[in-house]
């Protein structure tokens, strides 16, 4: 039933098992019933992997497709080792966890000190698959290469949903260099969106830089070098061993199984719910990752 | 300027402020300028008030507007010291932390054991401040007595904002007792909303709750009791001398000043922002919380 025998006749099938899961599905069973083919590798030369003090893994994937300058950036500190001995440095609760560069080391080459506000892109860009909820916050919300996304008529861009990273910044024009990087761990700080740039989204260990102390200082702030947490490693993932590769999967946001389980993201079927709500907040459907099988 | 010299007066005041303070405010302005009459006591018999292990204190503000008997049962807990030697048993990232009474012990006087499924009251209950956004989940969002709330023609309901605190259940039609509570830790889970009982809000301590590890079991539970955070004490504030409880404020949702934090909150002023979003989600307005001054 999951075998595509042709484009014309996969699409057709595509649509009967959309409404047959949209009327059936938990979202669990939408996960479980998902076909190998509609789970897609994350490229390794777009993940971030860092190993922190305690050993924790933090698996980032970069948004290329939004952020150009920033990720290239993040990219070449990282490759440049740059992150090797830097730490988490501000965890505030509800908000965000901070990490940044170790002290001193080179620029590295083609690094960009000012780079462009990426905060968003044409309309255009990608294949948007839109919710079709309301937001508060953006005329339409959904999912552009499994992305969670924000859009008006002419824009579109990432929103700030729990571990979505970006590149923390001073006052505008500044718009950060990838230096000092942040994950959400609270409720989605949607009013960021379009003011600054978002770089990625943490597909593995969020769990792990959320259970920090939060910081005494100022806005989370450690008052202390000795309550960071270390950066022992940070590489990109096709720089590793193939072993040693996280070896993630995104489900595609573009595919049959993808809207089943978002429909019933919306709808939840669990027999545990008396009233399910119809409808989504796009940072309640962000989109579901697996290890390889 | 903030002193009142009689009611008519004071309206239109508060109207002429709100519009001053719609342009002017950041919302720390905002709340640095409310006055001493717009910040609220919260009840001592409405204030829970949990140390843990650690020697965190955890208050928690009770509901009694909109789940009446769950309230109740809980405050009966309490004062017959159920929770006390109780644990924080679940910690689940991007969602919650869960405690439970010890086992054992006697049930307490008037402890209703099946109560009825409190998860929305008549539309008219309390007076409805409107936030006047667009929501995914409610017609309409706003603000009851402090409480974030969602609204449709006829009924109004508590919504699962973090911090949140609710009532852990099995299957419907089993609403809880409340001898199992949770706290919301992550993205607003709102499709919980009207499917499990809210009893009320932490105002104090979220930060150390959310910081604890997450369990390895299913659903974020610990594997072994070990692992858990035991509950040293559990009062409602009434009950402690004077000197002893948090005497906590909230701003008033029905003032001016709450008004212009609102706006601000939708509107960010702070030079910070290049692109203010005109618009908040509801669980982004979650009402002013401070120690008597």
Redesign the interface.
Known sequence: MRQRTGFAAALALCATMTAQAATRSTAQEAIDRAPPAAWRDVPPEDLLVMTLGDGARVSIQLATLFAPVHVANIRALVRAGRFEGGAIVR?Q??YVVQWAVADGGATPAGFVAKPP?E?DVPAATGLFRPLG?????AQRTGHVAGWPVGEDGSRRWLVH???MVGVGRD??PDTGSGVELYAVI??????L???IALVGRVLEG??RM?????GSEEMGFYKTPAERTVIRSARIASDLPEAERPSLQLLDSDSASFAAWADA??N?RD???????G???V??VMTPVRKRP
């Open positions: 965890v609760d509800n506000a905060y909820f309301r937001d508060a916050y949903c729990y571990g006052m505008p609270g409720h989605a700080p949607r009013h969106d379009r003011n969020v769990d959320a259970a920090r102390p939060r993201r919306a939840r027999s545990f719910f008396v009233r399910p709500a409808a989504a907040d940072c309640n």
